[in-house]
């Protein structure tokens, strides 16, 4: 593997370089900012970014190993590059502001597991709520005109008491440390927005998933855990409450409601989901059943899975996107099944052995 370091004065970041890409070049159209780069949805914005003439830059966190598989096939584009920063490290964030002078930036860097945040509550909120208002005082302060799209999530809905479908103007009742934190931070950027005139959005985006989705959330555990089983690796998948209902969507689908959102001649909010709702337990079922797999055997409920607080319910209204011409083109089975595909072949088998569509 060869590395090659850009070295233009600033800290940028080694990234293994693969040397089969040939990219057609498009005339910059404008520039942008994405924290979170080489998470699921930096990495599908990425792509759509630089399809549509942008030169992107990522705000990339330092890892004791390499932590850039979603991203490396970028590497090759000279309008893509990675800079070292923090989002709990503002002076960070702010020289690289001031170092690519973005025309918009999207905030999706955090803390994302729901689960986790109970562990580490207080660095949940550094990274999800103190870094989205740090840079927003960085735009209030030294550069106004640049756009800013904050990732917010249905998790602020958590336990409301608002009849499902949930929109724009349900109740919000977050139900973790890290559903607190995107609860402050969409305050937060509604206060700049409204206080300041900054273009300051937010995107309350429901689950979405890929085959790009970090192993810990439920989707990937699952369609792993049967990709395992298949293998032989393995003859069990602990699970927690299968009882709990999201409304699954793909990422590849919601990071086009981002960048529209963020196309908006105002800033508005907007819930991004496909209205869709399915039990953890339905989704176990149709993974291991498309195998031809009884899921009773091999799943084992564990309590360790389970949550201080649940939030039991999520099905999105997104009728407001919709107006803007956003629609989703995946639904929860074929998200589930590109996913399953995927995680077999990783493994070395092949999916049309087992699936049975
Ligand atoms: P991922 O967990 O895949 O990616 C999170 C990204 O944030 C990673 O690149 C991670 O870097 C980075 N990050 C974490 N902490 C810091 C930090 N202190 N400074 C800088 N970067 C940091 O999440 P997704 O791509 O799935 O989600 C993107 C955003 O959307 C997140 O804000 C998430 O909370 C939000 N969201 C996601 C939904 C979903 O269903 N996927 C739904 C609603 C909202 P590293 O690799 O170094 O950890
Ligand atoms: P969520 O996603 O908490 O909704 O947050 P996750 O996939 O972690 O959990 C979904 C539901 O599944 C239940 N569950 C389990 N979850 C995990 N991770 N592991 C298990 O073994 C398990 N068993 C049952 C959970 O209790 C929960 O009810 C995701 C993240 O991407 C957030 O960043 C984002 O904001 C929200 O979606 C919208």
Redesign the pocket.
């Known amino acids: 593997m060869i590395f090659v370091h850009k070295q233009r004065g600033v800290a940028f970041c080694q990234l293994p370089r693969r040397a089969y890409t040939s990219y057609k070049i498009s005339p910059i159209t404008k520039t942008a900012l994405i924290?979170?780069?080489?998470?699921?949805?930096?990495s599908y914005l990425s792509e759509l970014l630089l399809e549509n003439g942008y030169r992107v830059w990522g705000?990339?966190?330092r890892?004791s190993y390499f932590?850039t598989s979603r991203i490396d096939h970028l590497n090759e584009n000279p309008n893509f590059d990675t800079l070292y920063?923090?989002?709990?490290d503002p002076t960070s964030v702010a020289g690289i502001i001031q170092r690519v002078k973005p025309d918009e930036i999207y905030n999706?860097?955090?803390?994302?597991?729901v689960k986790a945040s109970f562990d580490i509550p207080k660095y949940t909120l550094e990274?999800?709520t103190i870094?989205p208002l740090c840079i927003l005082e960085y735009l209030r302060t030294h550069a106004p005109h640049i756009k800013f799209y904050q990732?917010?999530?249905?998790?602020i809905f958590g336990a409301t008491r608002s009849k499902p479908p949930f929109n724009e103007h349900s109740e919000f009742r977050p139900q973790s440390p890290y559903g607190v934190s995107?609860l402050a931070a969409f305050h937060i950027t509604r206060n700049y927005r409204e206080g300041y005139g900054l273009f300051a959005t937010s995107g309350i985006?429901?689950?979405?998933?890929s085959p790009r989705?970090?192993e810990t959330f439920v989707t990937r555990k699952i369609t792993r855990g049967v990709a395992q089983i298949l293998k032989g690796t393995s003859q069990e998948l602990g699970l927690g409450n299968l009882d709990a209902v999201r409304d699954w969507g793909h990422?590849k689908d919601y990071v086009k409601a981002i960048h529209l959102i963020m196309q908006q001649e105002k800033a508005d909010e907007f819930v991004v989901a496909t209205g869709n709702p399915h039990s953890i337990r339905e989704a176990v079922e149709f993974c291991f059943g498309i195998v031809g797999l009884n899921w009773k055997q091999y799943v084992k409920i564990q309590e360790k899975h389970f949550r201080p607080n649940e939030v039991p319910y999520l099905q999105g209204d997104a009728s407001k996107i919709h107006a803007l011409g956003w629609k989703p083109t995946y639904d929860w089975k074929a998200v589930l099944l590109e996913m399953l595909e995927h995680d077999i072949r990783t493994n070395g088998q092949d999916p049309s052995k087992y699936i049975t569509t």
């Open positions: 924290t979170g780069i080489n998470g699921q949805d930096g705000l990339l966190r890892g932590n920063g923090d989002l709990t999706l860097g955090a803390m994302s597991y990274t999800n870094g990732a917010s999530s249905s998790e995107k985006l429901f689950n979405h998933e989705r970090g990422s």
